[in-house]
């Protein structure tokens, strides 16, 4: 079983509106969480760090579930900069951090 | 502030060759690793330090050297390139300490023929 999976998509939205990905993770040990966006071709860049208590910033909501060990992310309101690739990451043991593959976006005009 | 540096941009390599890449951070993090991003396959680690002196092996270690000398340096050898390892690597940093985030280097292409 994977460490880390995440819905492929390829989503795509017409702009303004609200879009929310899921990303499941199989070690119950696991303590830190993130989402992180890529454009094509580069580097991955942190988006957010999502909290226990899930967290906001601007357009974009992140939440944790322990029970159901998955976390997702919420982006309102759309734009069209919004399209990319989303990463989610979970620490794993000791110092290893996973990824999964990625969910892709297009906002559409 | 630079963040963390990745030479060379892209490379081609033949079979058999051996090359190293290159990756500096000027953030002073102790946590340096390696990832290599394929399509379909998400990044996945190959090698992490902890520490100057310290590294260790990730989830596709086979076919790649490390060493870390400085806080500063976390090269990356390949020791004979292979098809297989045609890929792109990132090379990234963080703080130690909880849900401290990973910091990118901006990559590097290798093609091997």
């Known amino acids: 079983r994977k460490e880390v999976e995440q819905d492929p998509g390829p989503f795509n939205v017409p702009e303004g509106a609200t879009v929310a990905f899921n990303c499941t993770y199989s070690n119950s040990a696991s303590q830190s969480f993130f989402w992180y966006r890529q454009d094509c071709r580069k580097e991955p860049k942190l988006l957010m760090s999502v909290y226990s208590s899930g967290n906001e910033d601007g357009r974009f909501t992140a939440q944790l579930n322990r029970a159901s060990q998955y976390i997702s992310l919420l982006i309102r309101d759309s734009k069209l900069s919004d399209s990319a690739t989303y990463l989610c990451?979970?620490?794993?043991?000791?110092?290893?951090?996973?990824f999964g593959t990625g969910t892709s976006l297009t906002v559409i005009p | 502030n630079a963040g963390v540096t990745q030479t060379p941009k892209f490379q081609v390599l033949k079979t058999g060759q051996s090359m190293t890449l290159q990756c500096a951070q000027d953030m002073n993090h102790e946590y340096m690793s390696w990832y290599r991003q394929d399509p379909g396959m998400g990044l996945r680690l190959i090698h992490y330090s902890v520490g100057a002196g310290i590294t260790d092996q990730g989830e596709v270690p086979n076919g790649y050297n490390v060493s870390r000398s400085t806080t500063e340096d976390f090269p990356l050898r390949l020791l004979s390139a292979a098809p297989s390892q045609t890929s792109v690597y990132f090379c990234?940093?963080?703080?130690?300490?909880?849900?401290?985030?990973?910091?990118f280097g901006n990559g590097t292409r290798l093609t091997v023929t």
């Open positions: 990234a940093s963080r703080q130690t300490g909880f849900n401290s985030p990973l910091h």
């Open positions: 990451v979970v620490s794993g043991t000791g110092n290893q951090f996973y």
